[in-house]
């Protein structure tokens, strides 16, 4: 009958809705994924940052990726997501403090060994971990860990004021961090990491720098 041909005319165009739908949405997680692991790769290739400094094309090349991902980011409220929680791993930054660009020589960031960062956005609490091997040249140097510990303020559903309260040096130093010792750092792109199981935050600090961190999920 003419009212059956209609439903079958009907099911059939919203099936083919569906379809289209759906391909669409894994050619953009494709394009997404594929994006992320170019950014990771110039990330590792330019050893956290230390071989992209300012003015260099690999830096420009590594910020334009990391551009076109915070136009494409859907988690307008990280702070409230599950997924920024936990131990992550920074792949790039254009900190050079965090780098230890103008450190002495014998204290500089390993190289061999991930600077970490511990994120509870429930508990309002983060804490960085840098790894140093001093005196290398010595039967293989003396390996250890500074870190901060920090409270955060939220400012926003993606922004947080970062009070630092207490460095530690390997675990033999630790001392409480001046008042003075604050700063901002704003979530710009944050995925759960289902896809491709490594899960990817950008944020950007109150001086303009850029970090690129990864957790395992």
């Given amino acids: 009958s003419d009212y059956a041909s209609q439903e079958i ?3 059939l165009r919203e099936q083919t809705q569906s379809n289209l739908a759906s391909m669409r949405q894994r050619i953009e997680d494709m394009k997404l994924e594929g994006l992320k692991t170019d950014l990771l790769l110039a ?12 003015g260099s094309e690999e830096r420009e090349r590594i910020v334009r990726m990391i551009e076109e991902l915070e136009q494409l980011n859907k988690e ?19 900190s050079d403090s965090v780098l230890g660009r103008k450190r002495m ?14 994120i509870d956005a429930k508990g309002l609490k983060a804490k960085n971990v840098e790894p ?4 290398s040249w010595i039967f293989g140097g003396i390996r250890y860990d500074n870190s901060v510990e920090a409270e955060l303020e939220p400012m926003s559903s993606s922004k947080v004021r970062v009070l630092f309260k207490q460095f530690k040096i390997g675990s033999l130093l630790s001392f409480n961090a001046p008042s ?12 759960d990491g ?18 690129v961190l990864t957790r395992t999920v």
């Fill in 9 to 11: 005319s009907r099911e």
């Fill in 43 to 54: 990330c590792d290739a330019s050893r956290r940052g230390l071989e992209s400094p300012a």
């Fill in 76 to 94: 307008k409220a990280p702070l409230q997501s599950e997924s920024i929680n936990g131990e992550w791993t920074l792949r790039w930054t254009t």
């Fill in 105 to 118: 020589r014998g204290f500089r960031v390993a190289q061999d060994r991930p600077i970490l960062q511990m």
């Fill in 132 to 135: 140093v091997t001093t005196f």
């Fill in 180 to 191: 003075s010792a604050r700063g901002e750092l704003d979530t710009t792109y944050l995925d």
């Fill in 194 to 211: 289902s896809l491709s199981g490594t899960s990817l935050r950008i944020s950007r600090g109150d001086k303009g720098n850029l970090f």
